[in-house]
């Protein structure tokens, strides 16, 4: 059989066009080959090409299938996140609505009216171990 090569003998008829369409097919299968695999040199096995395809295109739906999982656990865990992150500002209005409240009611402790005098030693006593636990409480608040 004898073979043509170079361009058709007559242009624009059905087997130029047909040998057009065909070149035009193998070099994007050859295309395709050196995408699938660029470190290796292209396959000019049709059949293996679109296998390799196949593969590829599998693999990827695969990762895009894990991606998409990932995400979504990730959404899911931020959610999460701001919902304790909004119960802690809130818990932490509570506790400083607290200490504030503690401290106001030791200043009021702590300083007495003018003129008080403990009528019994005892009561002296009690009134200094009041006073220093009063200040102890508010020093460890003020550590916080």
Do not use: W
Not at 49 to 66: C, F, H, P, S, W
Not at 106 to 130: D, E, I, N, R
């Amino acid at each position: 059989m004898l073979r043509r090569t170079g361009s058709c003998s007559k242009p624009g008829t059905k087997a130029c066009r047909e040998k057009q369409r065909r070149e035009q097919l193998n070099e994007k299968f050859m295309e395709l080959s050196s995408v699938l695999e660029p470190t290796r040199t292209p396959k000019t096995d049709k059949s293996a090409i679109l296998d390799d395809a196949i593969r590829v295109v599998n693999q990827l739906r695969g990762e895009a299938l894990d991606l998409k999982e990932t995400n979504q656990k990730l959404l899911e865990e931020i959610k999460s996140l701001k919902a304790e992150k909004n119960e802690l500002r809130e818990e932490k209005l509570v506790l400083k609505a607290d200490k504030e409240k503690m401290e106001q009611q030791l200043k009021s402790m702590a300083v007495p009216s003018p003129g008080f005098m403990p009528s019994h030693p005892a009561a002296a006593y009690h009134s200094f171990l009041s006073r220093k636990l009063c200040f102890s409480i508010m020093r460890a608040c003020q550590l916080e």
